[in-house]
């Protein structure tokens, strides 16, 4: 099982920078993605970045240039690094994890099997 505690979220102004992190403990996959989605207020949860066993990153075009997906080389943290935030980046980010089904990391809801209880962002323009 594994699990998964956020941390870092907060609140701040339009154009700052917040880092977002992710405790990962637990039996994970040989091949593995570890990912992070937002939910807005009245929106559906949606996945912004993903990073797999090899170090492959993915974006959704709304962050690409502006967030960075790392993870720490004990494979037990994985961190969003936020920059040039915008009051639509406004959620609460979840972490997530899943086996690696195929040669990128999917942003399906359903290809994820571990959530955090996430952890709330707050950008004011």
């Known amino acids: 099982v594994v699990q998964l505690v956020e941390s870092g979220g907060g609140s701040v102004q339009a154009g700052g920078s917040l880092r977002v992190s992710c405790a990962v403990s637990?039996?994970?996959?040989?091949?593995?993605?570890m990912g992070w989605f937002r939910q807005a207020p009245g929106e559906e949860r949606e996945g912004i970045a993903s990073?797999?066993?090899?170090?492959?990153?993915r974006y959704i075009a709304s962050v690409r240039g502006r967030f960075t997906i790392s993870q720490d080389d004990a494979k037990t943290t994985v961190d969003l690094q936020m920059n040039s935030l915008k009051a639509e980046d406004t959620a609460i980010y979840y972490c997530?994890?899943?086996?690696?089904?195929?040669?990128?990391?999917?942003?399906?809801?359903?290809?994820?099997?571990?959530w955090g209880q996430g952890t709330q962002v707050t950008v004011s323009s």
């Open positions: 990073i797999d066993n090899d170090g492959n990153t």
């Open positions: 637990g039996n994970t996959w040989r091949r593995y993605c």
């Open positions: 997530a994890a899943g086996w690696r089904s195929g040669a990128s990391c999917a942003f399906r809801q359903d290809a994820w099997s571990a």
